[in-house]
């Protein structure tokens, strides 16, 4: 016979390793998931910039005006 204690230790370590790969699969969605957002706003700070630059070189840049409830 198997010692009841060894067996709870066995079964909490199998679960806690099944635990650690599902949140690693997590954490490599989430990365994936941050770079693609990263890209994105990129591509919309260049977009913005753009229109910036085709709208005329008398407006002042978005970054620098400040929000409307100020």
Not at 48 to 54: H, K, L, P, Q, T
């Amino acid at each position: 016979m198997s010692d009841p204690r060894l067996t709870r230790l066995e079964e909490a370590l199998t679960h806690q390793a099944d635990m650690l790969e599902d949140l690693s699969q997590m954490l490599i969605a989430q990365g994936k998931t941050i770079e693609r957002l990263e890209r994105n706003v990129a591509l919309l700070r260049a977009r913005a910039a753009e229109a910036e630059a085709d709208s005329g070189g008398g407006t002042v840049i978005l970054a620098d005006q400040k929000p409307p409830h100020y």
